[in-house]
């Protein structure tokens, strides 16, 4: 038994697929393009299929991947590579396939790129001036549906604004994981409650999965 993991980008309409209708597309994706995958054994057998760390709704991503396993010791990545691309919808694109060299649980941070729409500069200064807080307190809701409060200003120290750029992008890099983990939406909210930077005038996507040694996920 072989593991597999396949890397794919989720970009543009395709970050408003939930995330068990991406599942769906992907078992669709790999009956189409005939890939050998392995079955669970029992009375309703379906395809072995687990995601690394799944995105909200909404959020875009250049570092997805989803592994699946397979009997067959010869396992040609290449031609499964451009089966499924031809076999997924539109915003979603397999870029490599890989054997799976990490187990999931050893990811503890995650980068993100958040652009603000808006003039440049008066945005930066506002983030900057909101970011620079001791304290920046946010609700949290935990696994069991219950609301706690942290503070999120410890957690916020390895951010730079993209330079080159037309508008203002934030580079953030943010705890992540099955252990502890922060979605930017929470911080998202409370800079508009702080700033009035409304969150529908921004786009987050992220661009790495790391372990905590900050070494890429792979």
Request: hydrophobic letters at 40%; aromatic letters at 12%.
């Amino acid at each position: 038994m072989h593991t597999i993991r396949v890397w794919f980008a989720k970009r543009d309409e395709a970050c408003y697929i939930s995330h068990l209708d991406l599942q769906r597309v992907v078992q669709r994706a790999l009956k189409l393009a005939r890939v050998p995958v392995w079955y669970t054994q029992g009375f309703n057998p379906h395809i072995y299929l687990t995601f690394a760390m799944p995105l909200p709704l909404g959020q875009q991503s250049i570092t997805e991947s989803f592994d699946f396993r397979t009997e067959q010791d010869r396992f040609d990545p290449e031609t499964f590579y451009w089966q499924l691309n031809r076999s997924l919808p539109r915003g979603i694109e397999v870029f490599d396939i890989t054997p799976a060299k990490m187990g999931s649980g050893q990811i503890a941070w995650a980068r993100y790129l958040i652009r603000f729409d808006g003039d440049k500069d008066t945005i930066q200064k506002k983030v900057d001036l909101f970011l620079s807080q001791k304290e920046i307190l946010v609700d949290k809701r935990t696994k069991r549906g219950k609301t706690k409060q942290i503070d999120l200003a410890p957690y916020l120290d390895r951010r730079s604004w993209l330079p080159g750029e037309d508008a203002a992008v934030l580079d953030l890099t943010l705890p992540a994981g099955s252990t502890f983990n922060l979605n930017p939406d929470l911080l998202l909210d409370a800079l508009e409650q702080a700033t009035g930077i409304d969150p529908l005038d921004t786009s987050v996507c992220r661009t790495q999965l790391l372990t905590a040694d900050f070494k890429e996920f792979e």
